[in-house]
């Protein structure tokens, strides 16, 4: 059964695809993070509060994320 957050999640069309698969390797901060997914600040944040997505929070403040990461965790969503 997939993950309901998940069935929320909006299509990988080309835009979207451009987005996550062009641009630096490191994502900075929530609104980056997003805009490459596609989704919004407040869903990235719940992905990564509960680990549904590989966002991370080294320091307690600033989240980042890896372009190829995204791209592994969305292929597996399929």
Same mark, same amino acid.
């Given at each position: @059964?997939r993950?309901?957050?998940? @069935?929320n999640? +909006? +299509?990988?069309?080309? !835009?979207? %695809?451009?987005a996550?698969?062009? =641009? +630096?390797?490191?994502?900075?901060?929530? +609104?980056?993070?997003?805009?490459a997914?596609?989704v919004?600040?407040?869903?990235?944040?719940?992905?990564?509060?509960?680990? *549904?997505?590989?966002?991370? *929070?080294?320091? =307690?403040?600033?989240? %980042? $994320?890896?372009?190829? !990461?995204?791209? $592994?965790?969305?292929? =597996? @969503? *399929?």
């Open positions: @059964m993950d309901q957050s998940m @069935m999640h +909006p +299509p990988l069309d080309p !835009e979207r %695809f451009d996550i698969t062009s =641009g +630096p390797e490191k994502l900075w901060g929530l +609104p980056a993070i997003s805009k997914l596609g919004s600040v407040d869903t990235v944040r719940r992905w990564a509060r509960h680990g *549904r997505a590989p966002i991370y *929070r080294p320091d =307690g403040e600033r989240y %980042f $994320a890896l372009r190829s !990461e995204l791209n $592994a965790w969305l292929r =597996g @969503m *399929r």
